[in-house]
């Protein structure tokens, strides 16, 4: 299979406005559009798709995250951070336009996201992000782009995957989690793509 987005290259940086967060004072909400994303090649076999969207450079603790007067540690052990969480596309549907499944932000997270005809989407890791917050506490579904802390001197990877699967639905509702989803998945995938996309807040972020 091919992955491909129109919105940014392979390896290069995703534009900010498919970001949740932008550098600001120290930061500000930024556009929180989903970005393009088409896929081709696809087994012929396949019945429907997963799409997801993972940070795997996350900080395994959060001592020092935006922090001022510190900075969260490069050699600091990462962990991952769903950001889109997307299962039973149909097999006829190939690609995601920019922004369709996401325009903005909403406070205590989208309710309804915007998706494919018979798609169901989990809900990213803003939900514990924003736990305890009075302002933004709620259950996030659907898209929510990058927001890496704004003092981390490490790169963040942004992981695109679509899979193609060997049903025509998994057994999921709105609001699945990502351990969920990989557990339904579990022997069902006929093949995968990715591809990577880049963001920093952090001027001087560097790449491991």
């Known amino acids: 299979m091919q992955l491909r987005s129109d919105s940014f290259q392979n390896g290069q940086a995703i534009p900010v406005e498919f970001a949740f967060g932008k550098p600001g004072d120290p930061v500000a909400l930024s556009d929180n559009r989903n970005p393009h994303l088409a896929w081709s090649d696809a087994p012929r076999n396949a019945r429907s798709f997963v799409v997801t969207c993972i940070d795997t450079d996350v900080p395994s603790r959060g001592d020092d995250v935006n922090q001022a007067g510190?900075?969260?540690?490069?050699?600091?052990?990462?962990?991952?951070?769903?950001?889109?969480?997307?299962?039973?596309?149909?097999a006829e549907c190939t690609e995601l336009a920019a922004g369709a499944c996401s325009e903005g932000i909403v406070a205590r997270g989208k309710r309804v996201p915007s998706g494919p005809a018979g798609s169901v989407q989990g809900i990213?890791?803003?939900?514990?992000?924003f736990k305890g917050d009075p302002q933004?506490?709620?259950?996030?579904?659907?898209?929510?782009?990058?927001?890496?802390?704004?003092n981390d001197t490490l790169l963040h990877h942004y992981n695109f995957h679509v899979y193609a699967l060997d049903m025509d639905t998994l057994k999921l509702a709105d609001g699945f989690t990502l351990a969920e989803l990989r557990k339904a998945m579990e022997g069902h995938v006929l093949d995968e793509a990715q591809i990577v996309g880049t963001y920093a807040i952090y001027a001087d972020a560097k790449v491991r």
């Open 70 to 90: 510190r900075l969260v540690p490069f050699e600091l052990p990462r962990v991952e951070f769903a950001h889109w969480l997307v299962a039973n596309i149909p």
């Open 124 to 129: 990213n890791d803003y939900t514990g992000w």
């Open 136 to 150: 933004m506490e709620g259950e996030y579904l659907g898209y929510d782009g990058p927001c890496p802390p704004w």
